[in-house]
């Protein structure tokens, strides 16, 4: 079993930044997991934003936030980020972090476990 909490979101201007953290607990070992960050804006479908392997040797990105989004791990710290720039209107959503056996996987299906989610608000 994996608990994640994340922390780190509120109201921040266009064209500003935010840094999420998902923090792990329980008996198995984060560093066992990747670890993906899906967000969902009020009236649509969660949607994946960013996966890390691992090892964080590898990451995959949506189109939507690539160069502007990276996701690191700290496995010591059994903590995951997600480093968000340039933020634009639309990333406006509630952003959940996951965990997963799979390798780098996309769909919300893919994940076991999830967070409660914390609230980006980014205005124009």
């Known amino acids: 079993q994996v608990q994640l909490v994340e922390s780190g979101g509120g109201l921040v201007q266009a064209g500003g930044s935010l840094r999420l953290s998902c923090a792990a607990s329980?008996?198995?070992?984060?560093?066992?997991?990747?670890m993906g960050w899906f967000r969902q804006a009020p009236g649509k479908e969660r949607e994946f934003v960013a996966v890390i392997r691992w090892t964080g040797g590898s990451t995959a990105y949506a189109d939507s936030v690539k160069g502007r989004f990276t996701i690191l791990r700290d496995n010591a710290k059994n903590t995951s980020y997600l480093q968000m720039n340039n933020l634009k209107p639309e990333d406006t959503a509630v952003y959940y972090c996951a965990a997963t056996r799979r390798i780098l996987p996309r769909n919300s299906w893919e994940y076991n476990y999830w967070g409660q989610g914390t609230q980006v608000t980014v205005s124009s």
């Open positions: 329980g008996r198995t070992s984060f560093s066992t997991y990747d």
